[in-house]
């Protein structure tokens, strides 16, 4: 809920604190590198932001591969956060929303085109406004719930109805498919269509056809009461004040917006459905997954229930009273980062993980030795003015003529011995493996920029100076 659904990237120093910590039951896919990695991105963070704990569960191919907690789960009497607690995840509740939104279009039940005013007519402009438009944030329909601290209504109990007689019975904040603006106001619209189309209470649906069916049983519905005592307490601050348990919102204010609690690694069994495609249809997965363009074309960087970047990166965060967390999907790497933390209004669990998938990303880079070395070869060839045409392809080969490599040759050479020489980058293009590699000379950086058919053979082989 609340606005807090941008993760924020920022560099912490890597520092070792001990805290007591709880290794669940996960495949040990993580090297010990990787996890102590983790371990201290997570030490870090907690220590530079005084938030009393952090858990956080990896997806690496596909499967759970680690999960682990750390800090504090309640402060007073003092209990050590374990993996098997369940924290609230916030407004990442909006992907099982707009899933059961996809799920009743699979049956015939409605379609994302439907205007609101089939279900909810008395809404404003309900009949030029379609569920697609709710489910993406493009509506115009004023959040309920933008403030970052509980005001007084809030913990007053109130129902989905009373929040769209508020709300969504107001002039439109902007006409329909022309501005993006996260408002929590349209997923309680979504959430009562589910309930009138399906017959069934919301979380009773999304329980039934999406929790149950992937083993998710630690999630509750924390809409209309507070995690048990065994479970996590929220806290909040005042400025950089003393940790204070924070009060629950009143019943019916998160319902279809922010109302899951579940561990990280039930999170993750979330995730793992986004990876396999377990639960829609291939076809209701790329429509949540496709950017949402305005009237004017430009895109928002938002699917449904979901933000999405460029290099299919499905992200969200969350936040209710005295919890935050983030969720990171890379759906063609078969990796998640799901981490939930117990104190509102802080960036910290979306900075472990961006820290945690930016680590993933550099360590999948990792190359392979024995091409290395050949990539080494051909350069060392390079600066003594030969080549092995074997092992290019006919267009390098035109590339390499008399002059090519006597440039090569006097340039390189004159950059002196080389003091080290790395791979920065892997990946796939046009049907052949793009390759960046760092040379380092003690005067000057060189880039090397590879295109390798899946034969093997070069198709490019450029050598440029680096900034």
Request: proline letters at 5%; charged letters at 20%; glycine letters at 8%.
């Amino acid at each position: 809920m609340h606005n807090h659904h941008y993760a924020r990237l920022t560099v912490a120093l890597l520092l070792l604190l001990s805290v007591s910590t709880v290794r669940a039951q996960a495949s040990d896919a993580l090297t010990q590198e990787q996890r102590a990695k983790i371990d201290d991105i997570v030490h870090t963070v907690l220590e530079k932001t005084g938030v009393p704990s952090a858990s956080v569960a990896v997806v690496k191919e596909g499967k759970l591969a680690y999960a682990q907690a750390y800090g504090n789960a309640r402060l007073d009497p003092k209990m050590a956060a374990n993996s098997g607690m369940a924290y609230s995840i916030g407004s990442i509740s909006k992907q099982f929303t707009a899933t059961a939104v996809m799920l009743l279009q699979q049956e015939g039940k409605l379609s994302l085109d439907d205007k609101v005013g089939k279900w909810l007519p008395q809404l404003t402009r309900a009949n030029d406004i379609t569920l697609r438009q709710v489910l993406s944030m493009t509506s115009g329909y004023q959040d309920y719930a933008p403030q970052d601290y509980m005001i007084p209504d809030w913990e007053k109990p109130i129902s989905a109805q009373q929040i769209l007689e508020r709300w969504a019975h107001i002039p439109l904040d902007f006409e329909p498919g022309t501005k993006w603006q996260y408002s929590n106001t349209n997923y309680v619209v979504a959430g009562v269509i589910v309930e009138k189309v399906s017959g069934q209470p919301l979380f009773d649906f999304i329980r039934d056809h999406i929790l149950v069916p992937l083993g998710m049983t630690s999630a509750l519905d924390t809409n209309s009461k507070k995690l048990p005592e065994n479970d996590p307490q929220g806290y909040f601050r005042y400025a950089l004040g003393p940790l204070r348990p924070a009060p629950h919102e009143g019943p019916g204010w998160m319902f279809a917006a922010g109302e899951l609690a579940m561990t990280p690694s039930d999170l993750a069994k979330w995730d793992i459905s986004l990876i396999d495609e377990s639960i829609l249809k291939p076809v209701s997965y790329l429509v949540m997954e496709t950017d949402t363009l305005l009237k004017n074309g430009v895109g928002t960087q938002y699917g449904l229930g979901m933000r999405v970047a460029s290099a299919r990166m499905l992200e969200h965060s969350g936040e209710v009273s005295g919890f935050t967390a983030e969720n990171i999907v890379l759906p063609d790497d078969k990796f998640a980062v799901a981490v939930l933390t117990n104190q509102d209004a802080v960036g910290a669990g979306s900075d472990i993980g961006r820290q945690v998938l930016t680590g993933f990303l550099e360590s999948s880079n990792v190359s392979d030795p024995k091409q290395d070395a050949q990539v080494r070869k051909v350069f060392d060839d390079l600066r003594a003015g030969k080549i092995d045409r074997a092992l290019f392809t006919d267009n390098a080969n035109s590339y390499f003529t008399e002059q090519a490599l006597k440039d090569y040759s006097t340039s390189l050479t004159a950059l002196g011995e080389v003091q080290s020489f790395r791979q920065t980058s892997n990946s796939l293009r046009g049907g052949m493996t793009h390759m960046s590699y760092e040379v380092k000379f003690p005067q000057k950086t060189v880039g090397i920029n590879i295109y390798r058919m899946p034969d093997g053979k070069f198709e490019q082989y450029l050598v440029a100076a680096q900034e």
